[in-house]
């Protein structure tokens, strides 16, 4: 079913068994003390799992171009041996692995490196607190000798090839942008001259390397940056990257400034492959698109339509190193899908932390939480089907154990139901679908619409029980709490409450921006149609926004300073940015002084004021349910995960690790 997948390809001298591509991911690993063997384990895992290719995150050519010693680096021969440690322990596991050579430039902080960051031009970047230094003439040649003396490495250390990094606003990017790069030597003016280290840097890295070994260029297919370089100076560049003697290029979208989506949930799945598209009809090497493609059914799809020669997915490796081998196998339903949530990847390398998943903890820790078979097999309860109890009741049912799980609704999902209904985030479907395939695969008996209770967990002999109950949602003290109007956040994700056209909710954290959406939403035209009418110019671009205008009014209410905090740090810009678009109101430090028929009233520097509302919605927080806990501690060995242990914003991160940690420790 995958013929296209599974087509072998050439990349100069490398043959890869499928089209897969593990993208480059920084994870951190590094700045542990064992840093570089569980890199390697991490790296070994998805080449078992399938990966045709594996490509390292960005290895420094030079030590101002990196991120201190929590990075890769390939600049000194001392690298070779750590880095082999590497490629042994894929090639035993059957994977091929690229190392990326990678300068930051600009993009460098000098906290990591304790060296000023270097560009072509000293511009500092708007996601930088650092100015870079301009490069000299002998410290661009110096520099383009340090990606060809990194390659060379790389090769003596067994990697099967080499990525040039040369997309996502980085070093050689910078160079060919006229917005970073404003030299009018030889390095920069017209395009070609801004063209040329990067065209130099794939040359030389050609000669160190010799004529045989792959070499990739990531290079940037769309920089989403203002006035940054056109697509017909992008096409040039492919094609001078392929006279340059490159094998192939991996089209990279938007750099890391850029104000436009490129990864988050909110962006479609492949919306960017018509980029690769398009470098693909101007060369005639093999072409890999990324971006987006969490499936492989949909990488056949793009291949098989021909719009690129590879795709290249990252985070979907996280998710799940199996994705690969089990698509082959049919498996689609067994695939833990990537979400596109970042909350757990990208937000930690932002953070300063080590990379894991969200869906998926294990990421990280692959040695020491590989499942092991329980040593004595156990009756065990899960009470609970949120996002903490399915993990727990998956991991307890792969290590042996007889699992029954509990949930008092009719469904499982728990807090899953409410985030999956929410515009853009229906990737959380994916989840509830891993789940449900899992468990009934490893024969988890699932008891819906059953409240768990005490005495019955106890008479029924269950050895231990996991209680994931979840949250009680809070309300504040706020008069007028008790008026007919005024609903809790969980009612109307249930869809229990009706809600009007007037809307305030009391709390703007990351529920309240999630019920948010969902409020101003508007069905009336979908982006298809809408892009149908445009086309065809049955309406102009006016009519289509009033079509997509809300009818309701939103206002979101808090005390306190920041709205959509607990959102993670990749997001959180975008999805404010949507909700203004959408006309919705963010009011910060008020006070609450009453809730009336007509509003909620509220103060702003002690002077009041209504903010008119037929529906009040309370998404204030909310506290653990640990009523069960309670009633069975001292009489069974229990457990407390997720929100019943402690509540906070929806946090699915949280419960899984926690859902997974249990599972393990039983
Ligand atoms: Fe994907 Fe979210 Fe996991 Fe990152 S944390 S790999 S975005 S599911």
């Avoid at 009007?500 to 149609?529: F, M, R, Y």
Wanted: proline share 4%; aromatic share 6%.
């Amino acid at each position: 079913k995958l013929a296209n997948v599974q087509e072998p390809v050439q990349i100069g001298a490398m043959t890869l068994p499928n089209r897969i591509i593990m993208g480059s991911m920084h994870v951190g690993f590094e700045r542990l003390p064992d840093g570089v063997a569980r890199l390697a384990e991490f790296y070994a895992e998805r080449a078992r799992g399938g990966a045709g290719l594996i490509v390292t995150g960005g290895a420094a050519v030079l030590p101002e171009g990196g991120m201190g010693e929590v990075y890769c680096n390939v600049y000194l021969d001392e690298h070779i041996e750590q880095l082999r440690v590497i490629t042994e322990k894929v090639h035993q596991a059957n994977g091929k692995i690229a190392l990326q050579l990678f300068h930051a430039g600009r993009y460098a902080y000098k906290e990591a490196t304790g060296l000023d960051p270097v560009a072509p031009s000293p511009l500092q970047a708007p996601i930088n607190r650092w100015k870079p230094r301009e490069l000299d003439a002998s410290e661009i040649e110096l520099t383009i000798a340090a990606f060809a003396a990194g390659a060379v490495r790389a090769q003596k250390a067994g990697f099967d090839a080499v990525e040039i990094m040369g997309s996502e606003g980085y070093l050689i990017n910078q160079f060919l942008s006229p917005v970073t790069n404003h030299r009018q030597d030889d390095w920069g003016g017209d395009f070609l001259r801004r063209a040329r280290f990067g065209i130099e840097v794939a040359k030389r890295v050609r000669e160190a390397v010799g004529p045989d070994f792959p070499v990739v260029f990531r290079m940037s297919g769309l920089d989403l940056i203002p006035d940054s370089t056109s697509m017909e100076e992008t096409l040039q560049f492919a094609r001078m990257l392929e006279d340059a003697g490159v094998n192939a290029l991996n089209i990279g979208i938007g750099w890391h400034e850029s104000k436009v989506p490129t990864i988050s949930m909110m962006v479609p799945r492949g919306a960017y492959v018509w980029v690769a598209r398009q470098v693909k009809q101007a060369v005639s090497i093999p072409v890999i698109a990324s971006n987006r493609i969490n499936d492989v059914r949909h990488a056949e799809e793009i291949l098989r339509e021909g719009h690129c020669d590879l795709v290249s997915m990252a985070r979907p490796f996280l998710a799940d190193p199996q994705i690969v081998a089990k698509s082959v196998e049919g498996r689609y339903d067994e695939v833990n899908t990537c979400i596109a949530c970042n909350q757990a990847c990208l937000d930690h390398i932002f953070d300063g932390k080590v990379a894991s998943c969200l869906v998926n903890p294990q990421v990280g820790r692959e040695a020491e939480w590989a499942i092991v078979p329980a040593g004595v097999r156990k009756k065990v309860a899960v009470v609970g089907a949120g996002p903490a109890g399915l993990e727990a009741a998956r991991v307890l049912a792969e290590r042996g154990h007889e699992v029954v799980l509990f949930e008092k609704q009719t469904r499982i999902g728990g807090q899953l139901n409410y985030a999956r209904q929410v515009p853009g985030k229906a990737e959380f479907n994916e989840t509830l679908r891993y789940y449900r395939t899992q468990l009934a695969r490893l024969g988890v008996e699932i008891r819906l619409g059953t409240e768990a209770e005490a005495d019955a967990l106890v008479a029924e002999g269950f050895a231990e029980v996991v209680i994931a109950t979840g949250v009680v949602p809070r309300v504040p003290e706020i008069p007028g709490r008790e008026l007919g109007h005024v609903v809790m956040y969980n009612e109307v994700f249930e869809q229990k409450a009706k809600v009007g056209n007037k809307v305030a909710i009391v709390g703007a954290g990351g529920i309240a921006c999630d019920l948010s959406h969902l409020l101003v939403h508007n069905e009336v035209i979908s982006a298809q149609t809408a892009e149908y009418l445009l086309s065809y110019r049955i309406v102009d671009e006016q009519t289509i926004h009033r079509l997509q205008a809300s009818k309701r009014k939103v206002f979101m209410l808090r005390r306190g300073k920041h709205v959509g905090s607990g959102l993670g740090k990749t997001t959180r810009w975008a999805t404010l940015a949507q909700l203004k678009q959408r006309g919705v109101e963010m009011l910060t430090q008020i006070e609450y002084k009453r809730i009336a028929p007509e509003g909620v009233y509220i103060s702003v520097n002690d002077e009041e004021q209504l903010v008119p509302a037929d529906t009040v919605i309370i998404a204030a927080g909310a506290t653990p349910n640990q009523s069960l806990y309670h009633a069975l501690t001292n009489r069974l060995p229990v457990h407390l995960i997720g929100g019943a242990k402690e509540a906070g914003e929806l946090d699915a991160k949280r419960a899984i690790l926690e859902g997974a940690q249990v599972g393990r420790a039983i």
